[in-house]
């Protein structure tokens, strides 16, 4: 049950942002901050399509995609959940948006290591796919 509440951690620990305090950006800050919202948002739907029946909140095995921007990172999903997440704390910019954003975004790295376990128990061709595919930034992790 503690696993399974960790996983939940990574997915909906950023909403707890909203208690704290707005700042005032100016209008390019504002701007960059929107986008990055608008922009993680549009990058998670485009992969939300992409991943069709195979996604899940909680790491299932339902179906291995390989495809589109599965080809050159293992979890697309994930960078475009935290290209928003950057976006909405720069809102709340703080140290506690920070340090919220930090914790948040160290769930969702357990979060991969399990998906990738419950995956490769499933799919023998995923050890095969997690060696040749980067795991969020192409050349770099």
Known sequence: MFHDARQLLGTLLI???AFLPRRDLSPAFGALSTGLILCGNAFAIAVLFRLGRSFSVMAEA???VTGGLY???RHPLYVAEE???VGCAMQFFSLWAVLLLAVQFGFQLRRMANEERV???QFPEYA???RTTARLIPGIY
Do not use: D, V
Request: no cysteine; proline share 0%.
């Open 62 to 64: 339902r179906g291995l």
């Open 83 to 85: 290209i928003a997440a």
């Open 128 to 130: 095969r796919y997690r």
């Open 15 to 17: 909403t707890a942002i």
């Open 71 to 73: 080809r050159h990172i």
């Open 119 to 121: 995956l490769e128990r």
